[in-house]
Nanobody, 118 residues
Framework: QLQLEESGGGLVQAGGSLRLSCTGSDRRFGAYTMAWFRQAPGKEREFVGSILAGGSRTAYGDSVKGRFTISRNNVSKTLYLQMNDLKPDDTAVYYC???????????WGQGTQVTISS
């Protein structure tokens, strides 16, 4: 099964930027629609955004539209999340995920912590 590993999390001041990466274990990565989710303490997991396998289309959650950008490089098997104008409410563990066909199920990474200070 494809394995995913996130990196790039950390502590940033409000208004700053951060870029997360997610690397896939093998070239099957290129066949998956990929997504980012996040989960803040005491809250349910929230959809951040997604990108089709070929990178032709993206979608975003309302809370991040206009601030976050998803991209991917299938040659390097890497998914990115560029986060700009960060807010304290963006503090969460961020997970990348590979969507398994149309099942609604995902393969998950282990997550990376993002903390935004005010």
């Amino acid at each position: 099964q494809l394995q995913l590993e996130e990196s790039g999390g950390g502590l940033v001041q409000a208004g700053g930027s951060l870029r997360l990466s997610c690397t896939g274990s093998d070239r099957r990565f290129g066949a998956y629609t990929m997504a980012w989710f996040r989960q803040a303490p005491g809250k349910e997991r929230e959809f951040v955004g997604s990108i089709l396998a070929g990178g032709s289309r993206t979608a975003y959650g309302d809370s991040v539209k206009g601030r976050f950008t998803i991209s991917r490089n299938n040659v390097s098997k890497t998914l990115y999340l560029q986060m700009n104008d960060l807010k304290p409410d963006d503090t969460a563990v961020y997970y990348c995920a590979a969507r398994i066909g149309n099942t609604g199920s995902y393969i998950w990474g282990q997550g990376t912590q993002v903390t935004i200070s005010s």
